[in-house]
């Protein structure tokens, strides 16, 4: 079923997210340790952090910048408050 979506995405982070998950279900045969999960490759920068110009630290989004010339990921702003 994963396989079958993945075809159908247009998003390069989604793509690179549903990649990841099908090689771990190819090969893993137990959760992984919890410092291993996918979860994790999101990143733990805060919004705050990145739109202070730190540079992400989302594994799924450095995969799709590397992979294409045109990708541009944007920058996160901080919008807890938007009559700011």
Do not use: H
């Not at 994790?40 to 799709?64: C, H, I, P, Q, S």
């Amino acid at each position: 079923m994963i396989e079958e979506r993945l075809k159908t995405l247009e998003n390069p982070v989604t793509i690179e997210c549903f990649k990841e998950a099908i090689d771990r279900l190819q090969r893993q045969t137990t959760a992984p340790v919890e410092a291993d999960r996918m979860i994790w490759m999101l990143g733990r920068k805060t919004r705050t952090e990145l739109a202070l110009g730190e540079d992400t630290d989302n594994v799924f989004v450095l995969r799709a910048q590397k992979g294409s010339d045109t990708y541009y990921a944007g920058e996160e702003a901080d919008d807890s408050s938007p009559e700011d």
